[in-house]
Structure formats: structure tokens, C-alpha cells
């Protein structure tokens, strides 16, 4: 059964860090691109990042790039997001999905707040 | 960045009635290898989103036939035909032909 499972979510202060873990079970994860897409409250879709199959390649919004990193471990089967001065636009739920949309986590919040 | 533009935003349907989706993009979506990468996303209340149609109109593993979609170019449909009440929830198109990707603003399915 494929699993995407994210974990590091959470309060965090406008200005600080927070990193974003993705564990995929049930597939092969190095034959994937992988992305993180976000979900503001009652709010639709948005593409945050994408990295290739061996994190050679990442992509980026405009408005998480020089913030926001996107990195992988395939010996561990690993997503990340390490985000950095976050701002409370922000805040949303975070989803780990394949870049053909097939396999989504259950999703992360993280809230930007003071 | 490619806009895509779905309607209807809301669309209340009885159960077993045929309802169809728009997804218009402001550019085309046909990529230089030949493939179109516009797929279809169904989000249930207080799911993740799952992914229903990719390539415009084939049919994800363990999708039922009642959804089809069809389209080229910049004009895209996603139709169920004979609505159930699983099928409730919000619909999303999601372009991967240019970079950024980028989603429809979505179409809620709701019981009339």
C-alpha cells in the first residue's frame, strides 16, 4: 500500500523556521519527482516546490524562493521542506505528492502566527 | 503564469443526474513532446485531493467509468455521468505542461 506520511508542522512565530518531513512507503521513491503542495484555509490548490528524482533539480513559487528548500533522501525515502522567515501568508496545510498528482499525504498544517 | 478557469464554481446535481466541468487555460497546454499534461482532482470534505484523470482523459487505477474527461488545446471538460453521492466534493484542474503548475480555482459538486 503506498503511504505518504508528513510530519513537522505546527505554531510557528512570522519570521521564524520550520521543516516539513515526508516518509513514502509502498512505491519506488527515487523513480518519482516529488512536490509539496499547500492548501490555505478554505482556500483551493497551490504548487509550492518540486524536486527531481535524484534532488538535482528543484523548482520553486516566486514567492517561497530564497525562503523555502526542497530536498530529498531516497536511501530514506524522504521528502523535506525546510521553510525559512515564514510569513503568516503562509499559513496553510502542506500536502507531499508525486508530480504526476497519482499519491497524496494526508497533509501538515502550519500556522504563521504571532 | 498559465491561469486556468473552471466553471461553474458551485454545481448541485441529483444523484444519477450526468454533470460536466469546465477548465479553460489562458495558453495551451499541449506540450513540445506531444503530451497534454492537464489532469483532473477530486478533494473530499477533509481529505487530500485524489487524482481522478491525468493526460486529459485517461482514467486513473480504481476510478469508476463514470467520469470522462476530454478536450486539447486550452479547452478541457471533466464530465460524471450519473452523479453518486461519493462524487461530492470539490473538482480541480492542475496543469504540469509549463512551469509553475498551477490549479483551477475549483468546482464544488453539491447534493440539490
Known amino acids: 500500500e503506498v503511504q505518504l506520511v508528513e510530519s513537522g508542522g505546527g505554531l510557528v512565530q512570522p519570521g521564524r523556521s520550520l521543516k516539513l518531513s515526508c516518509a513514502a512507503s509502498g512505491f519506488t521513491f527515487s523513480d518519482y519527482y516529488m512536490a509539496w503542495v499547500r492548501q490555505a484555509p478554505t482556500k483551493g490548490l497551490e504548487w509550492v516546490a518540486s524536486?527531481?528524482?535524484?534532488?538535482?533539480?528543484?523548482y520553486y513559487r516566486d514567492s517561497v524562493k530564497g525562503r523555502f528548500t526542497i530536498s530529498r533522501d531516497n536511501a530514506k525515502s524522504s521528502l523535506y521542506l525546510q521553510m525559512d522567515s515564514l510569513r503568516s501568508e503562509d499559513t496553510a496545510t502542506y500536502y507531499c505528492?508525486?508530480?504526476?498528482?497519482?499519491?497524496w499525504g494526508q497533509g501538515v498544517m502550519v500556522t504563521v502566527s504571532s | 503564469d498559465v491561469v486556468l478557469t473552471q466553471t461553474p464554481p458551485t454545481l448541485s446535481a441529483t444523484i444519477g443526474q450526468s454533470v460536466s466541468i469546465s477548465c479553460r487555460s489562458s495558453?495551451?497546454?499541449?506540450?513540445?513532446?506531444?503530451?497534454?499534461?492537464l489532469n483532473w482532482l477530486l478533494q473530499r470534505p477533509g481529505q487530500p485531493p485524489q487524482l481522478l484523470i491525468y493526460?486529459?482523459?485517461r482514467l486513473e487505477s480504481g476510478v469508476p467509468n463514470r467520469f470522462s474527461g476530454s478536450g486539447s488545446g486550452t479547452d478541457f471538460t471533466l464530465k460524471i455521468s450519473g452523479v453518486e453521492a461519493e462524487d461530492l466534493g470539490v473538482y480541480y484542474c492542475v496543469q504540469s505542461t509549463h512551469a509553475p503548475w498551477t490549479f483551477g480555482g475549483g468546482t464544488k459538486l453539491e447534493l440539490k
Open positions: 524536486i527531481s528524482y535524484d534532488g538535482g533539480s528543484t
Open positions: 493526460l486529459v482523459s
Open positions: 495558453q495551451s497546454l499541449l506540450h513540445s513532446n506531444g503530451n497534454t499534461y
Open positions: 505528492t508525486t508530480e504526476g498528482f497519482d499519491y
